[in-house]
Structures are given as C-alpha cells and as structure tokens.
C-alpha cells in the first residue's frame, strides 16, 4: 500500500498538551495545535517520529509514504532524517518540506533551500513542498514551482482545504506531477493540474466539509494527512464517505483511488504483502475491519514476519515515547 500524504511529525502528537482554548473552525485548528506542534520540533523528535510512523505504516502493511514536512525550528536537514529514518525501518518514503511565509522571508528560504539540498543529492525520491497558497506569497509560489521544475518533480500543497484558501494562484503553475491535497471547497470548474490527494478521515476530524473527489476531474489517491498508515481503513473510510454522499457508489471507487498510489510511487509494485484475509475483492474489504499482513517482502527481502525484522520495534516504541515528552514539555512553555 501507497499513502500518497503523510505528516510523519504528528506520529508524537498523540498525548499532547490541550491548546489554550478549544479551536473554533480549520484555521484555529492550524494555529491552536499543528503550528504550535511544528515549532516545538527538533532534529531528535523528527527523528523519532518519523520511526515511529514507519514502523506503524509497516504493521499496516504500507510500504511506501509520501511525506509533507514542517519544523520551522529544524528545518536544514531535516529531510534527510525522515529518508534515513523510514530507510532504517524498512519503508518508502517520497519527502518534501512545506515552504511557508508563515515565518518571514528567511522562513521561507529556509523551506526552499531544504527542497533543493535534499532533491538535489540525488540520493532520494520527493516533490518541492509548501504549505497551502493562504501562507505563501506570490514570489513563494513562484519560486517553489521553478524549483519543482530544476529537478523534475511535482510540488506537494494543500489546497482548499479551508475555505479562506488562496488556491487560485496556484493554477498558472500546477503541471500534471503536482500533488493536489484535500480540494474540499475547490469549484468543479478549478483549473488546477495534478493528481487530487483526498483524506476522508482527516477532512471529518477537522469538520472541513466532503471534497467529493470525482467532480474535480483530477486523478485521485488517497492519504492520511497525519493520521497514521492504515491505508485499508483509509479506503473503506472513503467508502463510507462516498457512499453517504451518493448511494450508487460502490467500493471499486476508492479502491481504484488507493491503487492510484501505484501510480506515485511505482516501486512500491516490488513489494509483496501477504494478509489476513480470505479475499482482495473491494466488495469484500470494503465491509471487512481488521485485515492485517502477516508478512511483508521489500524488494524480496522479508521486513514484517509479525514483528519488523530490520529493526526493535520495541526500541522504536520506547525512545519515541521519550522524544514525545520533550516535545509535550516544550509545547507546554510555548504561549
């Protein structure tokens, strides 16, 4: 399996001090909890969590992630963590790291330089990331999508996700390799180019609205936005999803959106995942909760009997859990 957008920095999320007062809509989501969480990040909890979120994409039988990254404190080399991190367990990984003016000018340079140093080692797969435009100036924009074009690759944003998104200044630049996050509020007739990322379980957790994929006219795939690997779950949530907006839909949909991953990150096709189940019909996963792999094969090489063969799971799980209490403490001092 392909989850086609990750935020492996949020596998240390779980058990995070409240935000100062409960979110009222998206945006206060943004600036309550995520961006408060993104500049508590150093180099060790990048680290950790990015093992972390490998490890549990593993257990789910996803073999490959394409990650979005922020850490406005840490950001040169941080890309470079995540690769060795996810390398070290066994899993895929296509990284960028989401350029924002949120920070300034120096931010944002920051951002770009850290998309060039990383794609330009030639030593790994990714896309030239940013945030989402409504952060982003037009100078931003313009320079992330002539750097996505210097290396041959996409450029990875959320798009639309909220509904004071900016999007618009996007469609002058977006080639067929970009990767269009969430579109919820796009309009049918958008203009954009790219393959459409939708997050059913995400765009429910932040009360953003069904994006209704197939009106957009975009080839679709599916991620998390964050919330872990399960990239099955994920598709029998865009299911659910689908079908409560339109009764006619049936489960080839968003299977065909999850084998669109394929299509993302092709190298995931040299992976064999033995699972649990009597059947790989859609119509039968689609109504079939638990299915687990019982082994996972990574160019032929066994990486998940049960347990990860390439690293301590155990190990993982426990200097995660440490890396995630001083994360918490620092989220704790910031006002």
């Known amino acids: 399996m392909v989850c086609a957008h990750h935020h492996l920095y949020s596998a240390l999320a779980r058990g995070m001090p409240a935000p100062p007062r409960t979110p009222n809509g998206f ?3 943004l600036d309550l909890v995520w961006w408060r969480l993104d500049w508590a990040l150093d180099l060790e909890t990048i680290e950790w969590s990015a093992k972390l979120g490998a490890l549990e994409a593993l257990e789910r039988g996803t073999t490959a992630i394409i990650d979005h990254h922020e850490s406005p404190n840490a950001i040169e080399g941080s890309l470079t963590v995540i690769a060795d991190a996810c390398e070290e367990v066994g899993v895929r990984v296509s990284c960028s790291y989401g350029i924002t003016d949120r920070h300034g000018p120096d931010g944002a ?4 330089a850290e998309n060039d140093r990383f794609l330009g080692d030639g030593e790994h797969e990714g896309y030239v990331g940013l945030h989402a435009a409504f952060t982003c100036s037009d100078d931003t924009i313009a320079a992330a999508a002539e750097l996505a074009e210097k290396h041959g690759v996409g450029v990875h944003v959320h798009v639309a996700e909220g509904t004071d998104d900016t999007w ?14 969430h579109g919820v509020h796009l309009p049918d007739d958008h203009g954009l180019q790219g393959t459409l990322v939708h997050n059913p379980r995400s765009n429910m957790n932040n009360s953003v609205g069904y994006a209704r994929p197939r009106r957009l006219g975009l080839e679709v795939a599916l991620g998390t936005d964050g919330i872990g690997a399960d990239m099955l779950e994920e598709f029998r949530l865009a299911y ?13 949909l968003p299977w065909r959106w999850l084998r669109a991953g394929w299509d993302l990150m092709p190298a995931a096709l040299d992976d064999e995942v033995c699972w649990a189940a009597e059947s790989d019909d859609p119509w039968y996963l689609a109504f079939t909760t638990g299915v687990s792999p019982l082994e996972v094969l990574r160019d032929g090489e ?11 799971g155990d190990e993982i799980r426990a200097k995660a859990a440490e890396a995630a209490s001083k994360l918490h403490a620092r989220l704790a001092d910031i006002e």
């Open 240 to 252: 659910a999803a689908a079908r409560a907006d339109d009764v006619t839909v049936d489960p080839e």
């Open 168 to 181: 618009e200044r996007l469609v002058d630049h977006s080639e067929d390799d970009w990767l269009i996050v």
């Open 302 to 312: 066994v990486i998940w009997d049960g347990e990860p063969t390439l690293v301590d």
């Open 109 to 112: 340079a920051a951002g770009l």
């Open 27 to 29: 945006r206060e989501i």
